[in-house]
Structure formats: C-alpha cells, structure tokens
C-alpha cells in the first residue's frame, strides 16, 4: 500500500508522529486533537510500512468498546485479521495474562473476579468476625485502603507498622481479607493488576517470553494510569520495546481512584530518547464549543499548558437552561433530542452527562415517558443488577465451590431455611479452620454441629448445587444457565414477587440467557472453558456490553464514563454547586481541579452542540436541595453561552406531561436553533467471500451442528466466519478449519 494514503487524512504533526521510526514517544494533546486516531494510525503503519506483525503489538485503551473499536478501525485500514495483536483495557489484559498463567500466579484455574460489591460484602462479615465496629472502620474505608495500598503495588506485610491502632487495624483487615480471598480463589479488580505485576517480578522466563514478543506496546489515556499500571508497563518494556503513550493532563479524572497524572513526566525520564508531540489542531467541537472549554481549563493552575484551534465555524453558542427542578430539567432536555429527531436527526447522536449515577432515574423516566430509547452506560450495569448477580453466582459456585462471595450470596436465595444462626456456625467454623464455607459446611454435617431441620437445609442447598453441576455438564452455556435460572428457583421466587420490577428482573434472567447464548470465547483462552470464560466476561466487560447495537438510543453516562467519546449533541445536567463540583470535592479542596477537568471533559465531547442544565430545586438521594448554579458555569465567558429564558409559568400541565413533569416549563424551542445537521447512519455491508459463504447462508459443521452465517471477514487464509448456531450460539471460526457445508 502507498504509505501516503495511511497518512491522508493526518496534520502535519499527527503524520510526524505515525511515521516516526521506532522509538519512544509521548504524544501530548488536548481533547479531539486526534491521539487516538494517531495511535491506531500509528498500529496500522507499524504493520505496513514497518513490516511488523501484529503478534507484536500490544495496545491498552480505557475501556472494552474502545478497545474494539480500535481493533475494527486497524482492520479497516489494514485489511487484515488483528487477532494476534493484544489489545485491552490494562484489566482485561492482565486478567488474560492471569488465566494462561495461572499456576505461576499462584491461583486455581478456575478463580473467579470479585466485583466492588461483593468486596463490601466480604469486609463486613469480616470486620464482624474480627470485632471491629462498622463505624469505627466503615467497610467502605477499609475497601479505599485495601485498592489504594494494591494499586501502589503493597501487600500487607510492605506496609510499616505504625503505633496508630486504626491503621494497624486497617492493615489487620487487609491481611484477613487477602487471606480469604485466596482461599476462595478469588480476586478483586486491584489484584488483577498486581498479581500480574508480581508475575513479570517472580517468574522471570515468563517476562522475558513477553518481553521478546511486545515489541510495540501503544497506550491510550496514559494520564490516568495508577502506580501499578506504570509499573508494569515499564517492567514488559524492559529496554528493548517501542513504547508510544498519549494522553493529556487537562483530562485527567482519576485522581481519586490512585491515577497519577505524574507519570506523563515520569515516562520522559524512565524511557530511553522518548520524545514530546504536542498535537495543537482540534477537529472535534465547533468554535464555540472549544473556546468555552480552553477558557475554562484555564482556571486551573499546574498544567503542562497547551493551545488548542479549530478551524471549524463558530457554530451555535453553548445552551444554559436553568430548570425550576430535575423533572423540569429532564423533561427540557428530553423535549430538545425530541426535536433533534423529529428533524431527521438520530438519537445515538444524543449524550446525557451527569456527575452522579443517581441523576439517571428521573432522566430514564422523562425519556420512557416521551417514548424515546435509551441506553445507558456504566451505572445501572446489567451485569451488577441483583438477579443477574443471584443468577451467575449459582454458576459461580458450581465452577469453584470454594467462592465464598457466591456462597454467601445465594445459600438463602431463594428462602430454603437457612438462617443467620447457622450461617453463623458455617461462618465460625470456616473461620477457625481455615476453611472456605463450602468446605466447613461439610465438615458441619459430618460432625452433626447443626439441629436435624438446619442440617437438612444446608444438605438439600449442597445437593442442589452438585444436582445443577452434573446435570449441565455437557450443555451448552446458555442451556447451563436457563437451567439454573429455573431449577434454582430464583425465577419462581421473582414470579412470585409481581409488579413490574419483578418483571424487569424476569425480563433481566431471560435476557442473561441470550448473553450467554451470544457469548464467544477468545479461540486462544478455550482452555478455560465457556463457563469461567463467561463469568469472568460478566465481571470485567459489565455494563459495557449490555447496549443493543442496533437500536437508535439515546446515550446515558457519567461524565467519568464518557472519556474519549464523542456525539455531536451534548447535554451536561445537574451542573450546580455541590453536585459538580460534587460536595466532597468542595470539602477537599484539592479536588475541586480534578472536578474542572472532569467539567473539560464533559465540554469537549460535544461536536456541534452542547447544552447545559442545571435546577433550582433538587430531590436526589431522598432530600430536597435548593442549588446555586455550578462555579463552572460562571467560569465560561458568557459570549459563549446563549441563556435559554423559561418560559412563563403555566398552570395547566400539558396533558402529554400529565404524571411527574408537569412544572413550568411549557413549549419546545424556535426550530431556527435547531439547525443542526444530522449524521448519516453507518452503511451496513454485505459482502461475498472467497471462501464461498455469504452472509445469511444456512450452514453446518460437524460439532455446533446447523446454524445461519451472520458475519464474514478476512481473506484467504485469515478468512473468519462468525456463526449463530442453533444449539451452540455464536462461534467466530476459521473458514479454513471450520469445513462449513452450505445448505
Ligand atoms: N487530521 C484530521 N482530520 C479530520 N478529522 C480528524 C483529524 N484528526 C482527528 N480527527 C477527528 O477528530 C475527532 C477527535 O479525534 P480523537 O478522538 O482521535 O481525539 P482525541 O485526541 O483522542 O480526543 P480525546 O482527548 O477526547 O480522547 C475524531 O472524530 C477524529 O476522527
Ligand atoms: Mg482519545
């Protein structure tokens, strides 16, 4: 391929940097300057200019759909399967790295991720074993020390005895915890991380396999990388990889959770001759749009400092609607995507933003009300909602009966007559052994601890679980779970429950047996088995993939989960005092930079439009709040912002807003605000193949029997096929081994 058309389409500077030739670089730029397009640029031209294969590149992005988008757009432009080429969220790479090697990480094979929730769980039961008070030591705090001490890359017996008994104690608890999680095989999101640091420091022939194999190691985001990340980035690199990080300080978000924007500075100096490219050209947002955000990035001292331009028009001013409450405030915004659509314009081009995850429900309730699809991201993740959870964890436990998380969740769930008295038993006896709760509930049956009606429960619990195991064994995973979903008696117990939340979580059950069936296990982690391989998915890609592609949805999100995105409509809501900047930062005060570029952030998404809100009135978290517009809005110069008056009060409720969002505010806006132009949908292809399959054709093959061709990519040898078989789901196979027969 001529190298020039890899470089079409690229500035002066973004060209400067995907062709340089091998060596360390730091692309340094504000937001929808193009880093991530350079980086995927960048992969492309390593591949076809450098002649380098994508067994070695590995590439980290922030989140699990960013990292596929990428993998789609280097396939687009290379015309080639990248499956060989690592790429992931730094969570999704090491826990990849964790399962191919779990033997020298000291884990069973089938270790199971534990989620922030269980996490709490698992402190409470053992701060109460350990005598300690929950408010003396809020389980959450010591969940804080715990991620906080293992993102530094800590185990407790780095941490220095001090003579202060509270954090003597906090360090007692870690110790605790780490040792039940162990025993239960189990792992939470930190130690991901740092195990798989520990494997590149303990098992040296493993490092260097790595090391010989990334000769190219691309990071994304890089500003929001923590000690431990760094860490174990610098180590894979050793001396000989090609690193090339991007990433600006101006978005830096994460503080909070570890992230320490000094590494920008630290990889200068740690890596050999790594170079600066400061990228100055904004294509994203409108004139307006940017300036609004340069100004207000400007209020914060301590940055690198950077220019951004756009030769884009000035575009339309920044809209600032001050709504009487947060129903008036969601009904505003929901009435302007309505608009926007009824002007030809797709929903999926429509972002709300808001601070904090409890700002979704009245938001979900104005849309469902208008009739509007929605989807939301992060938050309300499919993969955290209580009967999914219930569900998976019977799964859990008949993968690893030692998980101790799931055991404690589902003994009782559905009520079989196991009460706080037994489990207490269970609990002691598995705590002074040294057991996991599955092994001291045998031993408590064999020694006849328990009273003959607490003893059968348990058993007809135990038996239940080893029924549900040997029955599916050789089913397919999405039987496996509508089995349990059944023979546990979880959708009874819900049936039983009625009302339409009942039903959503019946709805939720059945939609977890389609995840299953859709689910696909990486080719090169089979070993694991489709079981682990799903538990593991829910775990780490939850809430990511539960949007239906298809669908035109509205998108809902954190600020915090809208990093990297962008939609050419943009609505921030609930931007006041004490909710953004949130309460907590206004009592920290070094915060409060961290809550402008989280504020820069949510700015720089919107390409043509963005509209900010903010209430007078709020009833959020059950009390009501009289707020003050955010500090922020007042920092955007106001020839920028064209203030949207309300309009006068009305009595009468519209009658199409007849329940919950009657106040004030009473007509759409003046459609000559509303010239936007709306974006065509995605071309979707459908392609003929050399392999002589189509897209739609029946086939079979000799294992998953028969099943319809959904999907065709590569050519020659590289050719896959992505099957929706009856019986098995969907599979990703090679065309070459698979030996499909057409019917
Ligand atoms: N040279 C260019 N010409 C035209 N469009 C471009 C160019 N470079 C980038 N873009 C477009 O600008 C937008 C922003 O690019 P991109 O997402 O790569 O920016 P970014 O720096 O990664 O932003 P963020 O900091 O928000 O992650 C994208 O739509 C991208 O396709
Ligand atoms: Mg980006």
Redesign the pocket.
């Known amino acids: 391929m001529d190298p020039s058309s890899l470089l079409n389409?690229?500035?002066d500077k973004?060209a400067q940097a995907v062709s340089a030739p091998l060596s360390n670089m730091l692309v340094l730029?504000?937001?929808?300057?193009?880093?991530?397009?350079?980086?995927?640029h960048r992969i492309a031209w390593l591949m076809q200019q450098l002649g380098q294969s994508p067994y070695s590149i590995l590439a980290v992005t922030f989140t699990n759909k960013a990292a596929a988008e990428m993998r789609e757009r280097v396939e687009h432009v290379v015309g080639t399967n990248m499956s060989r080429m690592w790429i992931g969220t730094f969570h999704g790479l090491a826990h990849r790295l964790l399962r191919t090697h779990y033997q020298d990480a000291n884990l069973p094979q089938s270790f199971q991720i534990l989620d922030s929730d269980d996490q709490l769980r698992l402190l409470k039961r053992i701060l109460k074993s350990l005598n300690l008070d929950e408010k003396q030591y809020p389980p959450r705090q010591a969940q804080g020390y715990i991620n906080g001490k293992k993102d530094q890359g800590l185990r407790p017996k780095d941490i220095e005895n001090t003579i202060f008994p509270i954090e003597q104690n906090l360090k007692k608890i870690y110790e605790v915890y780490q040792e039940s999680c162990d025993r239960a095989g189990l792992v939470d999101f930190a130690e991901i991380l740092l195990r798989a640091h520990e494997l590149w420091l303990n098992k040296p022939h493993i490092l260097a396999h790595y090391q010989d194999r990334f000769k190219h190691i691309l990071v994304?985001?890089f500003q929001d990388t923590n000690a431990i990340q760094y860490a174990w980035i610098r180590v894979l690199a050793g001396n000989s990889a090609n690193v090339m990080i991007?990433g600006?300080d101006d978005?830096s978000i994460y503080g909070w959770r570890g992230a320490q924007v000094e590494n920008l500075h630290r990889f200068l100096n740690d890596f050999n001759g790594a170079e600066t490219i400061r990228?100055e050209?904004?294509?994203?947002s409108s004139g307006n749009i940017l300036k609004a955000s340069n100004e207000l990035i400007a209020n914060n001292s301590e940055r690198l400092g950077k220019s951004l331009w756009t030769d884009d028009v000035e575009g339309e001013k920044i809209a600032l609607y001050c709504a009487f409450n947060e129903m008036d405030e969601a009904r505003y915004i929901v009435s302007r995507i309505a608009d926007w659509q009824d002007n030809g314009g797709s929903l999926a081009d429509c972002a709300i933003l808001y601070r904090s995850n409890a700002q979704s429900r009245v938001l979900e309730e104005a849309l469902l009300h208008k009739g509007l699809a929605y989807r939301i991201y992060g938050g309300l993740r499919f993969f955290e909602r209580q009967e999914i959870k219930d569900a998976m964890s019977y799964l859990r436990l008949m993968a690893n009966k030692d998980d101790d998380a799931a055991f404690e969740r589902i003994v009782n769930t559905p009520a079989r007559g196991i009460g706080d008295r037994t489990l207490d038993i269970l609990r002691s006896t598995a705590r002074q052994e040294q057991l996991t709760l599955w092994q001291a509930s045998i031993k408590v049956l064999n020694e006849k601890m328990l009273a003959a009606r607490a003893s059968n429960a348990v058993r007809g619990f135990m038996d239940l679980i080893v029924e549900l195991q040997q029955q599916t064994t050789d089913m397919p995973l999405y039987r496996m779970t509508d089995t349990v979903i059944q023979d546990s008696g979880l959708k009874t117990m819900y049936q039983a429950e009625k009302g339409e939340k009942a039903q959503a979580r019946i709805d939720n059950l059945e939609e977890l047996v389609t995840a299953a069936k859709t689910f696909e296990l990486p080719e090169d982690l089979e070993d694991m088995g489709e079981l682990n391989g799903f538990l593991s998915h829910a775990a780490l890609e939850a809430g990511e993939g539960q949007a239906d592609a298809f669908t035109d949805a509205v998108q809902l999100m954190t600020l915090h989960s809208a990093?990297?995105?962008?939609f050419p409509q943009v609505f921030m809501a609930g931007v006041e005092e004490g909710l953004f900047p949130s309460k907590m930062a206004l009592e920290e005060g070094d915060r409060l930079d961290e809550e402008r570029r989280l504020c820069y952030?949510g700015m720089?998404?919107a390409?043509q439009k963005l509209t900010i809100t903010h209430a007078e009135s709020r009833r959020i978290y059950g009390r009501e709040d009289y707020s003050r517009p955010s500090r922020f809005i007042k920092e955007i110069p106001e020839q920028y912002v064209d203030e949207i008056r309300m309009k006068t009060k009305v009595t009468q409720p519209k009658p199409s807003f007849s329940s919950g969002f009657s106040s004030g505010y009473s007509s759409g806006f003046s459609s000559s605000q509303r010239n936007q132009k709306s974006q065509a949908p995605k071309p979707s292809f459908t392609q003929n193949h050399d392999s002589g399959l189509t897209e739609g054709q029946r086939v079979r093959h000799k294992k998953f029997g028969e099943g319809k061709v959904l999907e065709l990519e590569g050519m020659g040898e590289q050719a896959c096929v992505r099957v929706n078989f009856d019986d098995y789901g969907v599979k990703k196979l090679k065309v070459m081994i698979a030996k499909l027969e057409g019917l």
């Open positions: 389409g690229l500035n973004q730029a504000g937001a929808g300057s193009g880093k991530t397009r350079v980086l995927t994304d985001e991007v600006d978005q990228l050209q904004n294509y994203r990093k990297g995105l962008e952030v720089t998404r390409m």
